[in-house]
């Protein structure tokens, strides 16, 4: 399994949690939960950038973005 992505995961946190960020993007928990590991999508991303720079502040956005460092088992 690959590790969470802690940058996405404390955007996600400082957002209201897995269910409110959910809520906020219209799309269902599990999407969310594989956020905390795939990182956050480039569009959602400067979304957020616009409406919620106060929840990136000190958060390091291009790795909260980035692909997930390990590789699915083949």
């Not at 946190?13 to 590991?37: C, H, K, N, Q």
């Not at 480039?42 to 990136?56: E, F, S």
């Amino acid at each position: 399994n690959c590790p969470m992505n802690t940058h996405a995961a404390k955007i996600i946190d400082a957002l209201g949690g897995t269910a409110e960020v959910a809520r906020l993007f219209g799309v269902r928990m599990p999407s969310i939960s594989r956020w905390r590991v795939a990182g956050i999508p480039g569009a959602r991303m400067m979304y957020l950038q616009a409406a919620r720079p106060d929840v990136l502040r000190g958060v390091d956005v291009a790795a909260a973005t980035a692909p997930p460092i390990c590789l699915p088992y083949q």
